[in-house]
């Protein structure tokens, strides 16, 4: 089991940048597979990002492509998420997933253990 604690959201101005950091407890971080999600009001959860156990593989979602970038270290059991140029439609509150497999990072049923999340809000 592992537990997930978000920081690093708070208010920024369009084209902006903000680095969310997701800190996990225990000893085998290495072990999950990271993933990055975000959800607005009145909106599902949406995938963001996500990354392999040892960082070599990563996937992003179609709207943050270039802009967003996922990042691990493991000796800090520590999940990244640099997020620049950042736009109004970013606004949501972020959480941090650990998941076992990579079969198909990019859905939320995947996942086994959730952060409490970190709002981000962009202002135009």
């Known amino acids: 089991q592992v537990q997930l604690v978000e920081s690093g959201g708070g208010l920024v101005q369009a084209g902006g940048s903000l680095r969310l950091s997701c800190a996990a407890s225990?000893?085998?971080?290495?072990?999950?597979?990271m993933g990055w999600f975000r959800q607005a009001p009145g909106k599902e959860r949406e995938f963001v990002a996500a990354i392999s156990w040892s960082g070599s593989r990563t996937n992003y979602a179609d709207s943050v492509k270039g802009r967003f970038t996922i990042s691990r270290d493991n000796a800090k059991n520590t999940v990244y998420l640099r997020m620049n140029s950042l736009k109004p439609e970013d606004t949501a509150v972020y959480y941090c997933?650990?998941?076992?497999?990579?079969?198909?990072?990019?859905?939320?049923?995947?996942?086994?253990?959730w952060g409490q999340g970190t709002q981000v809000t962009v202002s135009s």
């Open positions: 225990g000893r085998t971080f290495s072990s999950y597979v």
């Open positions: 997933a650990a998941s076992y497999y990579y079969r198909d990072p990019s859905t939320v049923g995947e996942y086994d253990y």
